[in-house]
């Protein structure tokens, strides 16, 4: 009897993970400006997937595996510098074969973010319609 409540209250935890996750995903790419968009800090070789919300000043980058509210990154619109941008190569193994990477100059350091080619042009105007800093 105890194993079958402890199995029980391990699938319910499980359950409950699962729809939070799922509720996470969906208020995040509910609002506008949310995209699908792959971050890594220049130099590391790991790419990690999460839902970037662009609008205002900043650009707000949640990691899709957590069940955290707040961004992970935060990159203001004044500071970003786009250096390139390039296709998805055989090194970025970890991203889909029909994603453009942006290489960025950061206030907290050089960044590559990776999206979808229809995301890329809203993004750029994003970046380049950002008022002059003085």
Known sequence: MTTELLLLVAV?????????FLLRRRFLLSGLGAVTMWLRPSGSPRWSVGVAWYGGDSLLWYRA?????RPQQ?????????QGRRRAGASDVALPDDVVVVSC????????L???SSTVTGFLSWVESAPPVR
């Open 74 to 82: 935060r990159l203001c619109r004044a500071e970003v510098q786009v």
């Open 114 to 116: 990776a999206m979808d």
């Open 105 to 112: 100059a950061t206030a907290a350091g050089p960044r590559e």
């Open 65 to 69: 595996l957590s069940l955290s509210v």
């Open 12 to 20: 319910g935890v499980l359950v409950g993970l699962v729809v939070a």
